[in-house]
């Protein structure tokens, strides 16, 4: 009748958190899943996942993630171990450490890039 679900255990344990619009947070963010971020946060960011910051999402700190989409702002240094997707309204003050980046048109950034394959 009623027939067990098989789950992954790998590392991607399917769970998105999101800090919304109009949330503010002061302290570090640490998961093992995706994070989403349309708020404030204040603190540093270490997560396996992917990062998407929307376009009023904004971060006071240090990144450290495997994947990340950004359309808000970054003050701080980014540390993506895949690829860094930079979309037309992000905007980024402090250094760069990715594999692979793509930057749409009028995204700016303003410290060093430094592409390797960690």
């Not at 204040?42 to 359309?71: H, M, P, R, W, Y």
């Not at 990715?98 to 048109?105: C, D």
Request: proline fraction near 1%; aromatic fraction near 2%.
């Amino acid at each position: 009748m009623f027939q067990k679900e098989n789950k992954s255990t790998a590392t991607d344990n399917g769970s998105i958190n999101l800090i919304g619009n109009g949330t503010s947070i002061i302290g570090d963010v640490n998961s093992n899943g995706d994070v989403r971020i349309d708020g404030a946060l204040k603190g540093n960011v270490t997560i396996s996942g992917k990062l998407v910051i929307g376009g009023s999402g904004k971060i006071e700190g240090n990144v450290i993630c495997q994947n990340a989409d950004v359309s808000g702002e970054i003050q701080g240094k980014i540390t993506v171990s895949e690829a860094l997707s930079l979309k037309a309204t992000a905007k980024i003050l402090g250094d760069i450490i990715t594999k692979k980046i793509s930057i749409e048109p009028n995204a700016s950034f303003t410290g060093t890039c430094n592409m390797n394959a960690q």
